[in-house]
């Protein structure tokens, strides 16, 4: 090993061994714990105020069926607000995947409907491609040019919803492979398969983050990028994969769009924007980096989805709603800030606590 090599070596060994540290902290357990309390409480609160309606499993099935395709987008939301970021045009990507797929399968059917339907892995890839391309743009912005996440995105998502309203010319596009419509009406065990899928894909981003080389350089860089360039860590490559990554997602909540109602328009899930940052942060995600928890994305996801339900079962308004998700977010926020002040209060001084005991 080259001489010049080994101090480098020996300081990516010392941030690697303080930042495996960081991951497993109490913070994870106290941010799952909190959005589990949350759960219990907000289904609690529902089934005594309208038994008969919340517990029906119409409403049950809905919620599962309504998770899946926000919760995609949270974890997405989540991974962009990890490495210190943020992307605002994932829904925009979302919409642009269902639409190219739309637009494909009718294209053909017009001419072969059974070709069409024999053609659906392909419409499948060709749509998710969409999405990486457009996390692709994103990370070209962010991670080459330098331009701030928050404007980058903002440039995007109006780039990506003129592509979606010049292409559709504003309308409601109607046609998706029987295949995928099958997929998104079918249960595995009585659970919505689209839920197991969201399930399956936070476990996937799980493992991203706490078990491979990517999801610690992502974590050091959010927190300190300072240190993740002196630890040798490439902040262009990873911040790169960030954003492909997150446009993967977003072309996976594309398809589930289009599996749960075939239909596609520039503008489906206008309000999922501010929902993702809301359930991202009130998942305990730092909006300033460095820390996420993808069990408590998926935690406050439901949680979110049985106040809309609930909201809707006592006849409350979607204004209503938006303003218990503000509520909602506040209190946790000032609940974090007064507990964070309080463990960096200093100790008074072992001569001081000596002087107060003897007077």
Do not use: C
């Not at 105020?49 to 069926?65: C, S």
């Not at 409601?172 to 995928?180: E, I, K, N, Q, R």
């Not at 974590?219 to 240190?227: H, R, S, V, Y």
């Amino acid at each position: 090993m080259n001489d010049a090599q080994q101090p480098m070596r020996r300081l990516n060994r010392s941030v690697d061994s303080r930042w495996k540290d960081l991951l497993s902290t109490v913070h994870v357990d106290r941010s799952a714990r909190r959005m589990l309390l949350l759960v219990v409480a907000a289904f609690a609160l529902f089934t005594v105020l309208n038994p008969a309606v919340f517990l029906g499993p119409i409403n049950l099935q809905n919620i599962a069926l309504a998770s899946p395709e926000v919760g995609v987008l949270a974890l997405a939301m989540m991974l962009a607000m990890l490495t210190g970021g943020i992307d605002l045009s994932l829904v925009s990507i979302a919409n642009l995947t269902a639409i190219t797929m739309s637009t494909l399968y009718t294209a053909i059917a017009a001419g072969d409907p059974a070709r069409a339907e024999q053609l659906f892995p392909v419409i499948l890839l060709v749509g998710v491609a969409v999405g990486v391309l457009g996390g692709f743009l994103n990370g070209v912005l962010v991670a080459w040019v330098g331009i701030t996440p928050i404007l980058a995105t903002l440039g995007t998502m109006q780039i990506y919803n003129g592509i979606a309203v010049a292409w559709t010319g504003g309308k409601t596009l109607y046609g998706a492979p029987a295949g995928l419509t099958a997929f998104g009406q079918s249960t595995v065990g009585g659970i919505p398969t689209l839920f197991v899928v969201f399930i399956l894909v936070a476990l996937a981003i799980g493992l991203l983050v706490n078990r491979t080389p990517l999801g610690l350089k992502v974590t050091l860089q959010g927190a300190n990028p300072m240190a993740a360039r002196f630890s040798g860590i490439n902040s262009s490559r990873v911040l790169m994969s960030t954003y492909l990554t997150t446009g993967l997602l977003g072309g996976i909540a594309g398809v589930l769009f289009l599996a749960r109602n075939p239909t596609a328009s520039a503008d489906y899930g206008a309000s999922y924007v501010l929902l993702v940052v809301v359930i991202a942060v009130l998942a305990g995600t730092n909006p300033n980096g460095g820390f996420a928890t993808v069990l408590g994305v998926v935690l406050a996801t439901l949680t979110l989805q049985i106040v809309q339900s609930g909201f809707t079962a006592v006849r409350l308004s979607a204004f209503e709603y938006a303003m218990a998700q503000g509520v909602i977010l506040v209190a946790v926020m000032v609940f974090d800030q007064v507990k964070w002040r309080r463990r960096r209060r200093p100790a008074p001084p072992v001569g001081a606590v000596s002087a107060t005991t003897t007077a």
